[in-house]
Nanobody, 118 residues
């Protein structure tokens, strides 16, 4: 099993920055890729960014150029650096781990609230 624990988030003014962290423990070897999802009130959960075990990254169009996903393998921790935040970025953010064989997002953090005020 894999456990993911998020930290970071909070309240920031538009144009500000925040960094989310996701610490993984357990059977980490079964993770193929890590991602960040978000869910705003009344909306479906959407994929924000992913990073593969090989270091390849992908971003939703809405956050390209503003958000950066990265990882520290030594610490088994992944990050989402969020710059130039907008009110529409307000959501609960979840880190997720993709199972290596099934390629399904099986592992989830507890969620972190990010609120951007205008």
């Amino acid at each position: 099993q894999v456990q993911l624990v998020e930290s970071g988030g909070g309240l920031v003014q538009a144009g500000g920055s925040l960094r989310l962290s996701c610490a993984a423990s357990g059977s980490i070897f079964i993770i193929n890729a890590m991602g960040w999802y978000r869910q705003a009130p009344g909306k479906q959960r959407e994929l924000v960014a992913t990073i593969t075990s090989g270091g390849s990254t992908n971003y939703a169009d809405s956050v390209k150029g503003r958000f950066t996903i990265s990882r520290d393998n030594a610490k088994n921790t992944w990050y989402l650096q969020m710059n130039s935040l907008k009110p529409e970025d307000t959501a609960v953010y979840y880190c997720a781990g993709q199972q290596r064989l099934r390629l399904t997002w099986d592992y989830w953090g507890q969620g972190a609230q990010v609120t951007v005020s205008s």
